[in-house]
């Protein structure tokens, strides 16, 4: 019998948009990395997660509903591990991520973050966000519409008045920057990192790549961007993590956006044993406990 026992939580499908299949595949690679390390990965839905069926010590999940991320706080509050944490996926949603950004030093775009009944289109000409983007502010993207572009301050409104009426009560905008749009990967121990130009790779979840468009390859430090990727994960407290950024004309590397435990898509085989050995290297740690 495996020595170690672990829940492996899978994402709600509605949590995967136009990404299902990738999400399922790294997930499925971490746990055979695991059953190899002589782990017993014994794998749930967040249906069943919320259901009280895991009893496991050990929960490794890419849960995403609120009602799994409250069953994850409740779970790491009574000491099992949990990676990503539930309060780490929580603030990953787009309010709690830009406080927690701009308010820990990351370079992060200049933002408002507003209720969305308001009237913003005399707060954006004043504040000269002539394009930006409006993104819901309670919970992660499910749908397109979610991170939207506007090309100035009445089509913000539009699509503001929109949230609205679809239920959504806050929004984050973000001024939209210009430079060369990078997707990156990694792990908190810095074992792992991956960047890549999603324009040039064609992967995309909604086609927002092309506002940004072609890369232009300005100079920049790789080591600058996993540096800076990683302090945002680590202040957002996400183990597992992924994110969007911009690169500018002057050099400068601002995160844009950053998720727990994305598809590592372009990289999954390469990144799912270092996932697996952060895995376990944090079990060990946890064991000492």
Not at 90 to 108: A, D
Not at 119 to 135: E, M, P, S, V, Y
Not at 165 to 187: C, M, W
């Amino acid at each position: 019998m495996a020595e170690i026992k672990i829940a492996g939580i899978m994402r709600a499908g509605a949590f995967s948009p136009n990404h299902i299949g990738n999400d399922a595949a790294i997930f499925n690679l971490v746990a055979e990395q695991l059953r190899k390390r002589g782990c017993e990965v014994n794998v749930y839905s967040e249906e069943q997660l919320c259901a009280g069926a895991v009893d496991e010590n050990i929960v490794l999940n890419m849960c995403r509903e609120q009602r799994s991320i409250a069953v994850l706080q409740e779970l790491e509050d009574a000491g099992r591990l949990v990676i990503n944490s539930g309060y780490g996926i929580e603030n990953c949603t787009r309010e709690r991520m830009t406080r927690i950004l701009l308010g820990s030093n990351i370079p992060y775009p200049e933002s408002l973050i507003v209720n969305t009944d308001e009237a913003i289109r005399d707060t954006l000409k004043a504040a000269r966000f002539d394009r930006c983007w409006l993104k819901r502010g309670d919970f992660h993207a499910m749908h397109k519409e979610d991170v939207s572009y506007a090309r100035h301050a009445e089509e913000a409104q539009e699509i503001l008045q929109e949230f609205f009426l679809r239920g959504i009560k806050r929004a984050v905008i973000n001024r939209h920057l210009e430079g060369d749009l990078i997707k990156f990967y990694g792990l908190a121990d810095n074992s792992y990192f991956f960047w890549f130009y999603p324009f040039e790779s064609q992967h995309s979840k909604y086609g927002a790549e092309a506002i940004n468009g072609k890369p232009k390859h300005l100079p920049f430090s790789a080591d600058r961007l996993r540096a800076i990727a990683n302090k945002a994960a680590e202040v957002l407290d996400v183990k597992i993590y992924g994110g969007d950024c911009i690169l500018g004309e002057d050099g400068s590397i601002q995160i844009i956006d950053l998720n727990d435990w994305p598809s590592f898509a372009p990289c999954r085989n390469e990144a799912a044993p270092y996932i697996a050995r952060y895995v376990m290297s944090a079990i060990k740690e946890h064991q000492k406990k």
